[in-house]
């Protein structure tokens, strides 16, 4: 008979867990292709600094340029879809190696951690920390996403060191 050990329940969370991430990089993706003018909007505001406090010490940060609010954009696009990739070849490189030694489960981790890092470089660097700190997101009342990132946030960092950890046996 088959029993459900601790370590077996361990294996298959990452897996889920790694499925849930990947899940949500495809909806943010389809969000991104399907509504590109809105999410345009968003970034192009952020970046314009348009709807901040007027502070002629930071107004310089401002990019105000069509152009490269459609590069910058489509940047964070293509990071999105990076890290996307790399989440969903980890949860299959997990799956695959559910039933194998400790060692060979513990190497199959190396796509999920690859996409996990560039999901908090795009959810934390680029708009918790540029978005906000650079060109002060957090002082629009309409187009402020430092919340929303942080919640990505706290839940991929965590998730990091979970599929990190080599507690299995």
Same mark, same amino acid.
Request: charged share 15%; hydrophobic share 45%.
């Given at each position: 008979?088959?029993?459900?050990?601790?370590?077996?329940?361990?294996?298959?969370?990452?897996?889920?867990?790694?499925?849930?991430?990947?899940?949500?990089? &495809?909806?943010?993706? +389809?969000?991104?292709?399907?509504? %590109?003018?809105?999410? %345009?909007?968003?970034?192009?505001?952020?970046?314009?600094?348009?709807?901040?406090?007027?502070?002629?010490?930071?107004?310089?940060?401002?990019?105000?340029?069509?152009?490269?609010?459609?590069?910058?954009? @489509? +940047?964070?696009?293509?990071?999105?879809? #990076?890290?996307?990739? +790399?989440?969903?070849?980890?949860?299959?490189?997990? %799956?695959?190696?559910?039933?194998?030694?400790?060692?060979?489960?513990?190497?199959?981790?190396?796509?999920?951690?690859?996409?996990? &890092?560039?999901?908090?470089?795009? %959810?934390?660097?680029?708009?918790?920390?540029?978005?906000?700190? @650079?060109?002060?997101?957090?002082?629009?009342?309409?187009?402020?996403?430092?919340? @929303?990132?942080?919640?990505? #946030?706290? +839940?991929?960092?965590?998730?990091?060191?979970?599929?990190?950890?080599?507690?299995?046996?």
């Amino acid at each position: 008979m088959n029993h459900l050990t601790t370590d077996k329940l361990i294996r298959y969370s990452k897996v889920i867990l790694m499925a849930y991430i990947s899940f949500f990089g &495809l909806m943010v993706m +389809f969000s991104n292709f399907t509504d %590109y003018p809105s999410n %345009y909007e968003y970034v192009g505001h952020i970046l314009s600094m348009d709807t901040t406090r007027e502070n002629l010490n930071l107004s310089y940060r401002a990019i105000t340029s069509p152009m490269l609010h459609h590069r910058i954009y @489509w +940047f964070i696009i293509t990071l999105e879809v #990076v890290y996307t990739a +790399f989440c969903l070849l980890g949860t299959y490189h997990l %799956y695959r190696n559910i039933n194998t030694p400790a060692d060979v489960f513990h190497e199959a981790k190396k796509f999920a951690i690859v996409g996990l &890092l560039i999901g908090l470089f795009v %959810y934390y660097i680029c708009l918790q920390v540029i978005g906000t700190e @650079w060109f002060n997101m957090d002082e629009s009342a309409t187009w402020n996403a430092k919340d @929303w990132a942080r919640h990505i #946030v706290d +839940f991929m960092f965590p998730l990091l060191i979970y599929i990190a950890l080599k507690i299995e046996r």
